[in-house]
């Protein structure tokens, strides 16, 4: 996991702290999932441009 995405999670997390562990783990999938999406789509972009 990449920084940026502990960063957002710590956030989350901070903001609201009545969450379970289950909501816990959905919000860092579904973080990683937004940040894999953005990867991928930054190396289509790059191959596009290339």
């Known amino acids: 996991m990449l920084e940026i995405e502990k960063r957002v999670l710590k956030t989350l997390v901070k903001e609201m702290p009545g969450m379970t562990t289950y909501e816990k783990g959905y919000l860092d999938g579904v973080v990683s999932t937004a940040a894999a999406m953005s ?5 289509k972009e ?3 441009a290339g």
């Open 39 to 43: 990867s991928k789509r930054q190396e």
């Open 46 to 48: 790059i191959e596009k």
